[in-house]
Nanobody
Framework: VQLVESGGGLVQPGGSLRLSCAAS????????MHWVRQAPGKGLEWVSS?????????YYADSVKGRFTLSRDNAKNTLYLQMNRLNTEDTALYYC???????WGQGTQVTVSS
């Protein structure tokens, strides 16, 4: 079982990034998946969640609502987190997680700086 995040990097304020979370060893189907981030020197912060059933549901933290969009590609068994209008407070290590099974990726670093 593996979750592999990618797509992080350095971006200027106002810019965009798309993070990917590729799952292997299990199927992203009928489960809750989450993105969680950790800013330097701070604890874990929930960012967004998606239910990967037929009636998909997504939820967002107030801090990212309207800027971030969580989606999935069933064929690729992959989640995507589209992040727009990034600001310096979005700088963090971003993790993809199947929390109920305690599966976590290694994280991908997002740095927003001019």
């Amino acid at each position: 079982v593996q979750l592999v995040e990618s797509g992080g990097g350095l971006v200027q304020p106002g810019g965009s990034l798309r993070l990917s979370c590729a799952a292997s060893g299990f199927t992203l189907s009928n489960i809750w998946m989450h993105w969680v981030r950790q800013a330097p020197g701070k604890g874990l912060e929930w960012v967004s969640s998606i239910y990967t059933g037929d009636r998909s549901e997504t939820y967002y933290a107030d801090s990212v609502k309207g800027r971030f969009t969580l989606s999935r590609d069933n064929a690729k068994n992959t989640l995507y987190l589209q992040m727009n209008r990034l600001n310096t407070e979005d700088t963090a290590l971003y993790y993809c997680a199947f929390i109920s099974a305690n599966y976590w990726g290694q994280g991908t670093q997002v740095t927003v700086s001019s």
